[in-house]
């Protein structure tokens, strides 16, 4: 479902920003945002995951990684 830029294809305004523009940080940050308020955990890890690898220091993207983290796990355990 992706692209070659592993960004997620499936539309919506914050998705278009992103493909227009996949090496701008802010714009993969506020998608990430967007995809953890929506519940699409694996999908914002990937985005965390791209952000943090442009910023190894940075304990945001650790700590908004390790809350997605529980919400990846809190789906599954629920959907079980």
Known sequence: RGDASGV???GGPAQRAVAAAPTRPETRDRFARWLTADER???A???LQWLSKREPGSR???DRMDAVARGQRLKRELSE
């Open 8 to 10: 997620v294809v499936d």
């Open 41 to 43: 955990y694996d999908e």
């Open 45 to 47: 890890m990937i985005e």
């Open 60 to 62: 945001s993207y650790r």
